[in-house]
């Protein structure tokens, strides 16, 4: 009989090229069957393009004197008081503004605040949720939770003081009832504080636990019936399986966080601030818009915005560089 013939190794390894060249699909293969996908990709392409690369040409404004009916291009570079050219001269001015220190001291404070307090809270409560049993009180509380987060500033600071108010306001009526004096929550600036804190946590918290409860429904339920075997009661299971599955995400939206630790919206500060307490309240945002938009002046508040954004990507960076260190996924 005759013997059959082995395929050598070379033959074996040009098989193997062959089928993963055969897996491979080309670009027009992958267009001409997913076109429509690509299709989708333009609207999101054309928006950054045109709402967020197109604008940063103005960016150079931070370094020239501005002027209305002249192009970005063609403004003459900053000068100092001596009338000499200086491309800094805004960023100078700027940390010379007591104003603006202040702003920047009360911005990085009210941030820190907020991550501090206001991180945490939708990571509990979605801890809270997954351990509760009744569906039916569990969406009923998630849909009180996530309310709040549809409500404008200007709606939640006037419900503020209608519940705030040093006279007439709710809980000053009840403390008063009781025999204590009232505490003016919206009127002194430590109090001011605190209460900017409670109203970003209560409008976002319920909203922010929608990404931790969508990590915990992709844990493995046999973890947790091997936990039940072993012995593990509610509480064992919650911090040796849940929260261990949900770090990765804890530990991504920790880095955004940090990101923005130099940002923050502009509706809120606005919204609740008043004239006795502007030493707390006054932030970035509101000093960008006084000196922008009402006083006119865009070569500085172009350098506020400039300096801004470069301390947050630092953030981010710093914050993702210490994550990969420590064995973390990070945001890349």
Do not use: C
């Not at 209305?68 to 001596?82: E, G, L």
């Not at 008043?274 to 865009?298: D, F, P, R, W």
């Amino acid at each position: 009989m005759a013997k059959s013939k082995e395929p050598s190794n070379a033959s074996a390894s040009n098989e193997g090229k062959k089928i993963k060249y055969k897996t491979r699909i080309s670009f027009k293969t992958s267009f001409k069957r997913y076109w429509q996908l690509y299709l989708l990709l333009v609207i999101p392409i054309v928006y950054f393009l045109l709402f967020k690369y197109g604008p940063m040409e103005y960016i150079i404004t931070a370094f020239k004197k501005y002027k209305m009916n002249t192009s970005v291009w063609d403004m003459d570079w900053a000068v100092n008081k001596k009338k000499e050219t200086d491309v800094f001269f805004y960023f100078k001015q700027a940390f010379q503004d007591n104003q603006f220190l202040r702003a920047l001291k009360n911005t990085v404070v009210l941030n820190v605040l907020d991550l501090v307090v206001g991180f945490p809270a939708p990571i509990i409560f979605a801890l809270i949720l997954n351990e509760l049993v009744f569906t039916k009180f569990k969406k009923v509380v998630q849909t009180i939770a996530y309310m709040p987060h549809f409500l404008s500033w200007v709606i939640i600071y006037s419900l503020s003081l209608r519940v705030f108010a040093t006279d007439d306001g709710l809980l000053n009526i009840l403390l008063n009832n009781m025999g204590f004096d009232s505490v003016p929550f919206l009127g002194e600036d430590s109090w001011w504080v605190v209460t900017y804190i409670f109203l970003g946590v209560w409008q976002n918290f319920g909203w922010g636990s929608i990404v931790y409860l969508a990590a915990i429904a992709g844990i493995n339920t046999e973890l947790y019936e091997a936990a039940s075997v072993d012995g593990a009661g509610r509480f064992k299971k919650m911090w040796h399986i849940t929260l261990p599955g949900i770090k990765p995400t804890i530990v991504v939206l920790l880095i955004m966080n940090l990101g923005n630790i130099l940002g923050g919206g502009f509706d809120r500060p606005f919204a609740l601030q008043n004239n006795m307490v502007m030493n707390s309240a006054e932030v970035i945002s509101t000093y960008v818009y006084k000196k922008g938009v009402l006083s006119a002046q865009y070569s500085l508040t172009t350098a506020v915005g400039l300096f801004q954004s470069v301390v947050g990507v630092f953030f981010l960076l710093m914050a993702n560089f210490i994550s990969r260190k420590l064995g973390e996924r990070g945001i890349w």
